[in-house]
C-alpha cells in the first residue's frame, strides 16, 4: 500500500533507501530482506519511506597500537547517526596505552575498554600491550613480545572487528638505546537505540557514518591497526 504526504510517497513496511547499496540492494526492507549491518567504514545516506519502529546499534572503531616513538596516528574517529555516536578507541603511544571510545545517545550506551600499557623490561624484553575490547564486539589484538637483541621487532596484532583495539609494537635492543614499547589502542564504543514509529521523517534523508582506525605504515616493531566500526539496524 501506497500513501501519498504532501510530495512524497509513503510505502508500508519497515523500507528505506541506503546509499551507497549494502550487500547489493539500494532499497532495504527490514521484515522482508532482514537486518542490515554495514561494517565498510564509510559515509552513508539513509532515507526513510515509512515511519517505523527499529533498532539501531553502533559500534566505533578501534584505536590504533603504539610503538617505541609514540603515537603513529591520531585518535579513530566515531561511528554516528541521528544524534547517535559510538566514539572510537584512543591510539596508544609509547608505553601508555589508549582509552576506549566514549557513547552517547543511546539507550544503552557503553564504553570501549582501554588497552594495555606496554613495557620496557629492559634486560629480558620489550612488550607491546594488547588493545582494548569494544563491548559486545571485536577483541583487541593481542600483546607481542620481542627479547630477541638482534634486531627483530615484534609487530602489534591489529583488532578484531568491529571495534577492536590494536596492541602495540615491541622494539628490544638489549638494553641499549631505541628499545621501547607501544601501548595497545583502545577499543572502540557500543551503543544501542530502540527507534519508535514516528521518528523518522518520511524523505528526509539521515547520515550514517561508519568509523575506520585512521591508516598509517605498519612496519616492523609498528603498533598493529584497530578494526573498523559497525552499524546494525534491525
Known sequence: ????????????????????????????????????????????????????????????????????????????????????????????????AGAGGTATGGDINSNGNGGSNGQNNTITNCVGGAGGTSPNGGTGGAQVVDSNSGGTEAQGNNGNAPGGGASGGATYRGNNPGQGAGGGGGGGAYLLKNISTGHFVIGSDLTIVVGASPTFTQGIGAGGRGAAGKFKIT
Open 1 to 96: 500500500m501506497t500513501i501519498t504526504i504532501g510530495l512524497f510517497s509513503s510505502v508500508a513496511g519497515r523500507r528505506f533507501n541506503i546509499s551507497p547499496s549494502v550487500s547489493g540492494k539500494s532499497t532495504w526492507d527490514l521484515d522482508v530482506d532482514g537486518i542490515m549491518s554495514i561494517t565498510t567504514a564509510g559515509s552513508y545516506t539513509f532515507t526513510p519511506l515509512s515511519s517505523f519502529s527499529c533498532v539501531v546499534e553502533a559500534w566505533g572503531p578501534g584505536g590504533n597500537g603504539g610503538d617505541v616513538n609514540g603515537a603513529p596516528t591520531a585518535n579513530s574517529p566515531a561511528t554516528t547517526f541521528d544524534g547517535l555516536s559510538a566514539g572510537g578507541g584512543r591510539v596508544g603511544g609509547s608505553i601508555t
